[in-house]
């Protein structure tokens, strides 16, 4: 008989059952096994689930913005699933993230109505996208509201504004913006101001102009964070000048470990200790190696000669495409990150470091920490180098809480000394020339 060789159907009904619910099981051990070899990674998920990982920038409001299939629709850029770059749901939860500066950034070379418009959007986005999973998300506005959130189990997510030029020299306007919930700002972003002198462009004002530390001075009766990652060294100077709050800077590295504009020279790390700011460490491997800087400065003149002299902007990126087949771009490492977090905790102090990934805001990644799941493996890394747990927690988040509380108290002590400023860049630099 057939049934003396075949089990019966309910049989095999419950064994197929079995497998199902065996193979995960048996994967999770095997995986569980694995991370068990490597006792620090086991340290660091655990220190993580106790000490708030705050990441000072990430730009995934502008991936839903710029999505090729659907842009703008936070619903359908469903972060609860594997996500196109490098951010999402269960990515950050493996990560331990527990709290997110999310970049509400605009470009600083829109010129079709203004940035108002624009910067309103990226507003509207983080926030939409914030509240549609309240189950892991959760808007924050305060210190107080971080360590909240993350007792209740859910990421902290806060707003930054990436780039000054968004206030359009308007006081009014940054006002307006802290009320919708903008906690930083960074002065600039790749382009000099009227105010501020930019990194990556011509510094035309030596630092801040009289109206960009009016910009300083009313955004510390606020309580917004100065963030100078993005602006020159001497607007870093006459911000640190100015300011009665702890500065940050979201996204940097050290620029004595690797010469890019972008990075932060030892003689502002050196004056973080008695400001109290934070530099939040950064993964862009350009900033973090010295060879993917090379190559990044050797692209850029690529490219610039290619617009020089050639007409065809589709010829001009298949001739780009070619240059890159012909020149790899050098991989940063994890270690290099390490590195620099070093760095700056052996120049500034250790009161002074923190993690700003950058993810979705770039293409490459270092070896290591290729999204948001991976900020457990850095911390592994300084274990291995012998940090001790109480350092680890200053990194992970304890010193961006206490720059946040402390530049609540100054707003708090401000706002009972001053109104609100009128002052315009007109009255205190002058007339504006014509565009």
Do not use: C
């Amino acid at each position: 008989m057939l049934s003396s060789f075949f089990a019966p159907r309910s049989s095999l009904a419950r064994l197929g059952r079995l497998t199902s619910y065996l193979l995960p099981l048996t994967i999770s051990m095997t995986t569980a096994a694995a991370q068990s070899s490597d006792p620090a990674l086991e340290h660091a998920r655990k220190l993580l689930e106790s000490t708030p990982l705050i990441d000072g920038h990430n730009d995934l409001p502008w991936e839903i913005r710029d999505s090729k299939t659907a842009p703008r629709d936070v619903a359908a850029y469903d972060i609860r699933k594997t996500a196109p770059k490098q951010t999402d749901l269960p990515r950050m939860a493996e990560g331990r993230v527990g709290g997110q500066f999310w970049s509400i950034y605009i470009p600083g070379e829109i010129k079709d109505s203004g940035y108002a418009r624009v910067q309103l959007e990226q507003f509207d986005i983080a926030r939409r996208m914030i509240a549609r999973y309240p189950d892991r998300l959760a808007l924050a506005l305060t210190a107080d509201d971080i360590e909240r959130d993350f007792k209740r189990g859910k990421v902290a997510s806060l707003l930054g504004m990436e780039g000054g030029h968004a206030i359009e020299n308007s006081l009014g306007a940054l006002r307006s913006y802290y009320a919708l919930g903008a906690r930083y700002m960074t002065l600039t972003h790749n382009v000099t101001l009227d105010w501020a002198d930019a990194a990556l462009d011509t510094a035309r004002h030596g630092g801040l102009t009289e109206f960009g530390r009016e910009v300083v001075r009313e955004m510390n009766r606020l309580g917004m964070l100065v963030d100078l990652s993005h602006v020159s060294p001497g607007t870093m100077s006459d911000a640190l000048d100015v300011t009665e709050s702890p500065v940050i800077l979201s996204h940097s590295a050290a620029r004595a470990l690797t010469d890019h504009p972008r990075n932060v020279p030892d003689s502002i790390l050196a004056r973080l200790k008695k400001n109290g700011g934070v530099v939040m460490v950064t993964f862009v491997p350009a900033f973090v190696s010295p060879d993917a800087a090379a190559w990044d400065f050797a692209a850029q003149k690529e490219s610039n000669r290619l617009k020089a002299t050639v007409s065809d902007t589709a010829e001009q990126q298949r001739l780009m495409d070619e240059w890159k087949t012909a020149h790899p771009q050098p991989r940063a490492t994890l270690k290099q990150v390490a590195d620099h977090v070093e760095h700056v905790r052996d120049v500034a102090g250790i009161d002074h470091v923190g993690i700003g990934s950058d993810f979705d805001g770039i293409e490459s990644v270092p070896e290591g920490l290729e999204d948001s799941s991976k900020f457990p493996q850095l911390f592994a890394e300084l274990i291995r180098r012998g940090w001790s747990d109480g350092d680890l927690k200053k990194l992970a988040g304890e010193n961006l809480l206490r720059a946040f509380h402390s530049a609540e108290a100054t707003a708090a002590r401000l706002q009972k000394l001053r109104q609100p400023s009128t002052k315009t860049i007109e009255q205190l630099d002058g007339p504006r020339l014509a565009s």
